[in-house]
T-cell receptor
Framework: ETGVTQTPRHLVMGMTNKKSLKCEQH?????MYWYKQSAKKPLELMFV???????ENNSVPSRFSPECPNSSHLFLHLHTLQPEDSALYLC????????????FGPGTRLTVT | AQSVTQLDSQVPVFEEAPVELRCNYS??????LFWYVQYPNQGLQLLLK??????LVKGINGFEAEFNKSQTSFHLRKPSVHISDTAEYFC??????????FGDGTTLTVKP
């Protein structure tokens, strides 16, 4: 497996469920990101991890909980979500922040019912 | 603070015609500039980047962009588009050791 992978690709969950999104990068990068992409809205940066330490949290509701156990894996734990949380969740990685381009996974299409 | 403005939300164009997708940025310091493409049901993919040096940058799939510091622009161009170029295009800016800021995206639709 190469690049950035995300699982699952599609997820339907009820508002009382708990689920997790998984991201894995095989590029040897040190920084990983979670983005939310909703229809008709710009890309929203949610969290940034650098060397496994969270360096940015853009006022994301606590029902989203990230976890970065090592530099290759990133999780997004979901609980008691709202219908407006339905979106495409994209994971990305880069060698480091700033000048380095980001490599994106294919995303997880989340639908909250 | 830095910001990115993509001046056109939608650009329809006929196949084999030239296209320009416009991007302006604002920043008080030197920046790095990127263009990404997103095909349906996929993540974003880097088209090209400007870090320093020559202001004309060539990328994949025949795209190129020109960095214009005086006009704070980084417009994306292709001399002849194909149906397969239909996608969403994002301009992004970052500063050294800082996060990237993405524009709202431009939907390019290539018609036969």
């Amino acid at each position: 497996e190469t690049g950035v992978t995300q699982t699952p690709r599609h997820l339907v969950m009820g508002m009382t469920n708990k689920k997790s999104l998984k991201c894995e990068q095989h590029l040897g990068h040190n920084a990983m990101y979670w983005y939310k992409q909703s229809a008709k809205k710009p890309l929203e940066l949610m969290f940034v991890y650098s060397l496994e330490e969270r360096v940015e949290n853009n006022s994301v509701p606590s029902r989203f909980s990230p976890e970065c156990p090592n530099s290759s894996h990133l999780f997004l734990h979901l609980h008691t979500l709202q219908p407006e949380d339905s979106a495409l969740y994209l994971c990305a990685s880069s060698q480091g922040p700033g000048s380095y381009e980001q490599y994106f996974g294919p995303g997880t299409r989340l639908t909250v019912t | 603070a830095q910001s990115v403005t993509q001046l056109d939300s939608q650009v329809p164009v006929f196949e084999e015609a030239p296209v320009e997708l416009r991007c302006n940025y604002s920043s008080s310091v030197s920046v790095y500039l990127f263009w990404y493409v997103q095909y349906p049901n996929q993540g974003l993919q880097l088209l090209l980047k400007y870090l320093s040096g020559s202001t004309l940058v060539k990328g994949i799939n025949g795209f190129e962009a020109e960095f214009n510091k005086s006009q704070t622009s980084f417009h994306l161009r292709k001399p002849s588009v194909h149906i397969s170029d239909t996608a969403e295009y994002f301009c992004a800016v970052s500063r050294n050791a800082g996060k990237s800021t993405f524009g709202d995206g431009t939907t390019l639709t290539v018609k036969p």
